[in-house]
Each structure stands twice: as C-alpha cells, then as structure tokens.
C-alpha cells in the first residue's frame, strides 16, 4: 500500500477543526436540540475516538463533519477549507457495513468505484485497489461478491474501499458493532495497524469504552443530549499496543474505569463543572443531583 502523503499535513498539525457546532432538528416549539456546542480539533496522523450514551448525537456529530448533514449553526474546517459538503480528502466507514457495498459488484469493483468516480486511470485504479485489498487481507477474494463475504470479511471490503481513496481524514462511524468478539479484536488491530503504517487522520465513534481506550490517542466523552464535550480524555498508553498485553495494563483499567464513570454520570443528567443538568429519559432530578455531587467527588 503507498504511503505517498498526497499533500498531507504535517504530522502534529491541525487537520480539523470543529467550532461552536450546533444541531437542531426542525424548527420552533417543537425543535429537538440534538448538539449544543461542541468544539474540538484533529490533528494530522492523530485518533480520536468518541463515545457517549445512547441518543448523545454521536452520529449526528460524525455526519455533520462528513458534510452529509449541515449545521443548524457553528463552523466545521478541513485543511483551511470551510466544510460545505462532503470534503475531497476525507472518507466515511459506516456501521452497517451490508448497505454501504453493492452487491451486484464484485469486492474488486466495489473498492474501485470512489476511484473510477474520481477519474483515475484505469491501471493505476488497479493497483491501488489490489494494494488495499493486499492491505485488510482479501487479497484471494477480489472477484467475489459482498453476499459471498461473512459479515467481518464484508467490512474489511468497505474498510479497503476507505483505504484505496487514501484520505487524509478517515471517520469510522460504530464500524464493528456487528461483528462477533474476535472478528471486532481482528478489525481493531487491523485498523491501528493502517493508521499507524498509512499516517491517516481517524475520527472514530464507538459504543465501547474498551475499544475507544485501545484504538485511541485521545477520548472525547460526549454528554446527553442537547450534546456537549464532558471531557477530552488522554489516553497515555503506549503507541504499540496489543490485544493481550494493553488491555491488562494497570493504567487501561485506570482510563476505562474513568471514561464509564463519565459515561454513567451523562447518562443522569451531568454536563461538566458548573452547568446545569438536563435530565435524560428515564431520570429524575435525583438522579441528576447524585451524578453532579459524584462529580464534585462528594
């Protein structure tokens, strides 16, 4: 797999910048305020994962930033350029993998298809394609279909899809949430591996605590909604990391115990320091109170 850096950034520079974002489904009394304000930036060659409870606008984050959904108000920057639409440089894998692979096309031509769109070449659209095959191991399946794929092998298709349009921004939206235990650990190391030999940009929404900790350099723990950053979450682990070996480390316990506490504490109403609960569904103002004094350490 080539790793030409296509006018990338500098590793360490501001690749992304979100700003004072904020998402208001309809209009008037009956307006649903899913984002409030959110604010963070990407830098080149960095992850960052996110997590949140349910319902946080976590994909609704993701697709505003893909250009798919427009803001109701704030700012979204890629490499300088105001994000209107889908940017040039920057690619989506969703979760539901199944829908976003044609089936009538082989594996080889569902990867080629953002480049044939693109006008490359048709022999450097084959070696890139192959390349990205070589890369999330389907080498030996190029000229099966989608529906002959299990549901893992289905995914690295849509991953190597992602991969052979080398973007400079990769956004991963609950990627492995169908996928058996050990195919989700697999597709995990794959994609560090990738990010790591690729130099890629990789926002990445998760439901898993466990998996934000391991694929991550920084967590962004969103509250409930109307959605805001609870906390941007180091994760000083080291860059190597493994599924045995990282995952019984004393210090990711230490990380996943405080990003669930996070979580738990959004879940009843808690939006950080000196602000105002909003109750979720299903809570109560004391619910709300005892996430608020948990998180003065009362």
């Given at each position: 797999m080539s790793t030409e850096t296509h006018n990338r950034p500098a590793a360490g520079a501001e690749i992304l910048t979100v700003t004072s974002l904020n998402k208001v489904y309809g209009s008037g009394p009956d307006g649903v305020e899913a984002i409030r304000d959110i604010s963070f930036t990407l830098k080149a060659g960095e992850m960052v994962c996110i997590v949140g409870p349910s319902g946080a606008g976590k994909t609704t984050l993701l697709r505003s930033i893909a250009g798919l959904l427009p803001p109701t108000d704030g700012e979204l920057v890629m490499e300088g350029s105001p994000i209107t639409g889908p940017p040039k440089g920057m690619a989506v894998v969703f979760q539901e993998y199944a829908r976003s692979l044609f089936p009538w096309?082989?594996?080889?031509?569902?990867?080629?298809?953002?480049?044939?769109?693109?006008?490359?070449?048709?022999?450097?659209?084959?070696?890139?394609?192959?390349?990205?095959?070589?890369?999330?191991?389907?080498?030996?399946?190029?000229?099966?279909?989608?529906?002959?794929?299990?549901?893992?092998?289905?995914?690295?298709?849509?991953?190597?899809?992602?991969?052979?349009?080398?973007?400079?921004?990769?956004?991963?939206?609950?990627?492995?949430?169908?996928?058996?235990?050990?195919?989700?650990?697999?597709?995990?190391?794959?994609?560090?591996?990738?990010?790591?030999?690729?130099?890629?940009s990789l926002l990445f929404v998760t439901h898993d605590i466990d998996e934000s900790i391991y694929l991550g350099q920084r967590v962004l723990v969103l509250s409930h909604r109307p959605t805001v950053i609870l906390e941007d979450v180091i994760v000083d682990l080291p860059d190597e990391r493994s599924q045995i070996v990282t995952r019984n480390d004393p210090r990711f316990a230490e990380l996943r115990t405080h990003v669930h506490e996070l979580v738990q504490k959004a879940k009843k109403g808690y939006r950080g320091e000196g602000v105002a609960p909003i109750y979720a569904e299903g809570g109560s103002a004391a619910d709300s109170a005892a996430a608020d004094s948990a998180a003065h350490g009362a």
């Open positions: 096309l082989t594996v080889f031509k569902n990867v080629e298809l953002p480049l044939k769109e693109r006008g490359m070449p048709k022999a450097e659209r084959a070696e890139k394609v192959n390349a990205a095959l070589d890369a999330v191991g389907l080498s030996d399946v190029p000229h099966s279909y989608p529906w002959q794929l299990s549901g893992g092998m289905q995914q690295r298709v849509a991953i190597a899809r992602a991969v052979a349009y080398e973007p400079h921004v990769l956004l991963m939206d609950e990627p492995f949430a169908a996928v058996d235990a050990q195919t989700r650990a697999d597709l995990e190391d794959l994609v560090r591996e990738l990010w790591s030999r690729l130099g890629m």
